[in-house]
Nanobody
Framework: QLQLVESGGGLVQPGESLRLSCAVS????????????AGWIRQAPGKEREGISC????????YYGDSVKGRITISRDNAKNTVYLQMNSLQPEDSAVYYC???????????????????RGQGTQVTVSS
């Protein structure tokens, strides 16, 4: 069973940046992060969870939701078993719990659907407020 642990959330002011990290562990022999596409999901208070980004492999295709396109960058370092989300120009509407998630095989099919993933972390809170 994989464990996904997010970090890097916090309270920031509008216009500021945050970099979220997701450390993945628990791979069984022969399986690595390479076998999974990685995504980020968020859930704001009173709203449905939404997939906001996905990356298929190291340097693979990246996908972004319309609400965050141009402001966030997803990346991954398979050697470190870590997935990242760089978020810039944060706005109050970005306040949410952010979850990283994995799905096998390593394709971002149906990535915007939070139910499409096999594993998800416990989340990290991001609050954007002045």
């Amino acid at each position: 069973q994989l464990q996904l642990v997010e970090s890097g959330g916090g309270l920031v002011q509008p216009g500021e940046s945050l970099r979220l990290s997701c450390a993945v562990s628990g791979f069984v022999s022969g399986i690595t992060l390479d076998n999974y596409a990685a995504g980020w999901i968020r859930q704001a208070p009173g709203k449905e969870r939404e997939g906001i980004s996905c990356i298929s492999t190291n340097d693979g295709p990246q996908y972004y939701g319309d609400s965050v396109k141009g402001r966030i960058t997803i990346s991954r370092d398979n050697a470190k078993n870590t997935v990242y989300l760089q978020m810039n120009s944060l706005q109050p509407e970005d306040s949410a719990v952010y979850y990283c998630a994995l799905v096998a095989p390593a394709y971002c099919l149906n990535w915007e659907n939070h139910n499409a993933y096999d594993y998800r972390g416990q989340g990290t809170q991001v609050t954007v407020s002045s």
